[in-house]
């Protein structure tokens, strides 16, 4: 599998996925104004129209991007995500980020989903830059593993003749 397919996939998936978010929301509540009218998407997940906006606004970016730039998605997504994330985990359930995004805690548990599977798939198209860069660590710690297993055969080896002697 070529190393971008992971970005690729991601962006795909993902774009469709929050795409389709977006417009289930968009469906059930398409409140902007006021904070308190919120709906429960499926029963748990906190949505108003800003929130559908930027689901499908992130998506549709994903969608685009799946073909020529789907590592930069894959990062930025992860990124934002993961911000979003985290930084509902750290304030208090159901309170607003940036205003106007419900943020409670299955909507902070997907936003993290989301966001470290992005950095994971841009990870894994850039792995072997990664390794590169590490100074080829990867190699080096499969060639010390190497040794040890021929260590531990010669060891067997020198036993059974020890063995076999007497």
């Given at each position: 599998m070529e190393r971008t397919a992971y970005a690729r996939l991601y962006a795909t998936v993902v774009g469709a996925a929050l795409v389709l978010l977006?417009?289930?929301?968009?469906?059930q509540n398409t409140e902007f104004d006021a904070r308190e009218l919120t709906s429960e998407l499926f029963g748990f997940y906190?949505?108003?129209g800003w929130a559908n906006l930027f689901h499908i606004a992130a998506g549709l970016l994903g969608l685009?991007?799946?073909?020529?730039?789907?590592?930069l998605y894959a990062m930025?997504?992860?990124?934002?995500f993961t911000g979003l994330g985290v930084w509902g985990i750290?304030?208090?359930?159901?309170?607003?980020?940036?205003?106007?995004?419900?943020?409670?805690?299955?909507v902070n548990l997907i936003?993290?989903?989301?966001?470290?599977?992005?950095?994971?798939?841009?990870?894994?198209s850039r792995w072997d830059?990664?390794?590169?860069?590490?100074?080829?660590l990867g190699g080096r710690l499969e060639a010390r593993a190497e040794f040890r297993r021929q260590k531990r055969r010669r060891r067997k080896i020198r036993k059974r003749?020890?063995?076999?002697d007497n």
């Open positions: 977006g417009f289930a929301g968009l469906l906190t949505i108003n685009l991007l799946a073909r020529p730039l789907p590592r930025l997504a992860g990124l934002v750290v304030a208090t359930n159901g309170t607003w980020l940036l205003g106007e995004l419900p943020a409670t805690r299955w936003n993290l989903l989301v966001g470290i599977s992005g950095i994971v798939a841009y990870a894994a830059r990664i390794v590169a860069w590490s100074g080829g003749k020890a063995a076999g």
